[in-house]
């Protein structure tokens, strides 16, 4: 019962702005979006995490809809070294030490 | 800072034998992680610790796997007999519990022959 929608892979130029999309329709109140990513071989990465406000950090900017149903991970000028897969994972505790559930995330590929 | 490290690297097998993989977490965070990635199924959470304590151990796959954090710094999982099946990459994680990040260790890549 995955929780979360993501588009299975996408391309984005280098320089350019990279637009992840997921859709997280059932979400509950208490849920927060977090966002991971792994580069090939290595362990996942952290990237951001969001309630309900707009985030943004050295690395991403992360865009949550009103009605908290679908969110957007920005990557203002993506390099060759941004392509990944991405993961979008809604979770209940912010702060409780459970683990996270990946589903198959969005492999970004930044082409040259 | 050193981030959460495992060991071995790689580690090739022959089935039946006995597999340990080892973790030490960062220091300081008292929640620490065991995820199996395969191509099939993606990222598994096996088991997760919090103070030492597992607390969830559901995701382990059959009573050939076990786990254990004698210690705040360390952590194995146990595969005991190893199966083909078993060949994955094995990838520890910690987080101080605060807010929800996890630290990924490089993983441990397991072959089972």
């Known amino acids: 019962d995955a929780k979360t929608t993501q588009p299975p892979s996408m391309d984005c130029a280098e320089g350019r702005a990279a637009n992840l999309p997921c859709n997280h329709s059932?979400?509950?109140?208490?849920?927060?979006v977090y966002w991971y990513r792994q580069i090939h071989s290595q362990g996942p990465q952290y990237i951001i995490h969001g309630l309900k406000n707009n985030e943004t950090n050295e690395m991403a900017s992360l865009i949550i809809t009103e009605d908290r149903k679908s969110s957007t991970l920005i990557l203002p000028h993506a390099t060759l070294r941004d392509t990944a897969v991405y993961y979008c994972i809604v979770r209940v505790a912010h702060g409780g030490a459970d683990g996270l559930t990946f589903g198959k995330g969005t492999h970004l590929i930044i082409q040259p | 800072d050193a981030g959460v490290i495992q060991s071995p690297r790689h580690e090739v097998t022959e089935m039946g034998q006995e597999v340990t993989l080892r973790c030490k977490p960062i220091?300081?965070?008292?929640?620490l992680f065991w995820y199996r990635q395969t191509m099939m199924r993606g990222l598994e959470l096996l088991i997760y610790?919090?103070?030492?304590?597992?607390?969830?151990d559901s995701g382990m796959p059959e009573d050939r796997f076990s786990a254990k954090m004698p210690n705040a710094s360390f952590s194995t999982l146990k595969i005991q007999p190893s199966e083909p099946r078993d060949s994955a990459v094995y990838f520890c994680?910690?987080?101080?519990?605060?807010?929800?990040?996890?630290?990924f260790g490089e993983g441990s890549r397991l072959t089972v022959l």
């Open positions: 994680a910690s987080t101080p519990g605060v807010t929800g990040e996890l630290f």
């Open positions: 059932t979400i509950s109140g208490n849920e927060y």
């Open positions: 220091s300081g965070h008292n929640s």
């Open positions: 610790f919090n103070n030492n304590v597992p607390i969830d």
